[in-house]
């Protein structure tokens, strides 16, 4: 069965500096175009940033310029690079193959980003 495993949240002061994973099995990961997501407490999740299966990456306009994501198809793994990160980048992060406007996969259990001082 398909399952997506994030990791790398944790507690980070702002202006600091996190890279999460996230690890896909169950289906083919180097056809799919996969999102990041997150989802604050009390929002609803919402996309930061999709890598296709080729071309260019797009951003949200909140995380352009300070997040950066990656994928290696060899290991069924994307990252995503977070920098000068804010109080409200804190959520859960999730990632997911995207199809057209939709998600393609249950969620995962996601990573829990904190921005705090």
């Known amino acids: 069965q398909v399952q997506l495993v994030e990791s790398g949240g944790g507690l980070v002061q702002p202006g600091g500096s996190l890279t999460l994973s996230c690890t896909g099995s169950g289906f083919l990961f180097s056809t799919e175009a996969m999102g990041w997501y997150r989802q604050a407490l009390g929002k609803q999740r919402e996309l930061v940033a999709v890598?296709?299966?080729?071309?260019?990456?797009n951003y949200a306009d909140s995380v352009k310029g300070r997040f950066t994501m990656s994928r290696d198809n060899a290991k069924n793994t994307v990252n995503l690079q977070m920098n000068s990160l804010k109080p409200e980048d804190t959520a859960v992060y999730y990632c997911?193959?995207?199809?057209?406007?939709?998600?393609?996969?249950?969620w995962g259990q996601g990573t829990q980003v904190t921005v705090s001082s």
């Open positions: 890598i296709p299966r080729v071309g260019a990456t």
């Open positions: 997911n193959a995207r199809s057209g406007m939709n998600v393609r996969f249950p």
